[in-house]
């Protein structure tokens, strides 16, 4: 049986922007990304009937500039958001670098929201702690012992975005006490 879709919404610079406040009431974003999911929207409408997409796209830059001048949109303030958010996850400056350029974030915003002043490796380890805490990598490990885990857990934090020297400092940390005062002190 078929599946039955539900007929695509007509799409008018007032649709536009009721989907536009919907998305940023749940999340926040920058303008690129949100350039984008308009853009789709109004991709679908397309495909289901007639629209201007030169005039949906207008509708859709107006928005934005509306959004950004009211202080809704900053690119900024979400990088350093994101930033502070997935440290504290325990992600790679590498890995935060690449995640903020795929949401469309600006190269030198994404660049300034990652403190070029801060060493990246001391960020990294602090990072790489809190990420081998959560999945139990190195000292966390239970059973404590590194029989056939050590290359293991080295290519799960490279695949994570860490270095090779810092991944080997959390994997090879004699006990948790130890990685957790380098991470302060390092």
């Known amino acids: 049986?078929?599946?039955?879709?539900?007929?695509?919404?007509?799409?008018?610079?007032?649709?536009?922007?009721?989907?536009?406040?919907?998305?940023?009431?749940?999340?926040?974003?920058?303008?690129?990304?949100?350039?984008?999911?308009?853009?789709?929207?109004v991709?679908?409408?397309?495909?289901?009937?007639?629209?201007?997409?030169?005039?949906?796209s207008l509708w859709i830059e107006r928005l934005i500039a509306r959004f950004r001048?009211?202080?809704?949109?900053?690119?900024?303030?979400?990088?350093?958001?994101?930033v502070a958010s997935l440290r504290r996850a325990g992600a790679a400056t590498r890995a935060i670098r690449a995640r903020l350029l795929k949401k469309g974030v600006p190269p030198d915003v994404?660049?300034?929201?990652?403190?070029?002043?801060?060493?990246?490796?001391?960020?990294?380890?602090?990072?790489?702690?809190v990420l081998a805490r959560r999945r139990r990598l190195g000292p966390y490990r239970r059973g404590g012992k590194a029989d056939g885990w050590r290359e293991r857990e080295l290519a799960l934090l490279a695949r994570a975005g860490f270095s090779y020297a810092v991944a080997r400092t959390v994997v090879d940390a004699k006990?948790?006490?130890?990685?957790?005062r380098r991470a302060r002190n390092d």
Do not use: F, W
Request: aromatic share 4%; net charge positive.
């Open 1 to 41: 049986m078929p599946i039955k879709r539900r007929p695509t919404a007509p799409v008018t610079a007032k649709t536009l922007e009721n989907a536009a406040l919907v998305y940023l009431a749940r999340y926040q974003t920058s303008a690129e990304n949100l350039r984008r999911i308009l853009a789709r929207r």
């Open 43 to 56: 991709e679908r409408a397309a495909r289901a009937g007639p629209l201007d997409r030169a005039t949906a």
């Open 69 to 82: 001048m009211a202080g809704v949109l900053d690119d900024r303030a979400y990088a350093a958001a994101r």
């Open 110 to 129: 994404v660049e300034a929201a990652l403190k070029p002043g801060d060493d990246r490796d001391h960020v990294d380890l602090i990072a790489a702690v």
């Open 175 to 180: 006990s948790v006490e130890d990685l957790e």
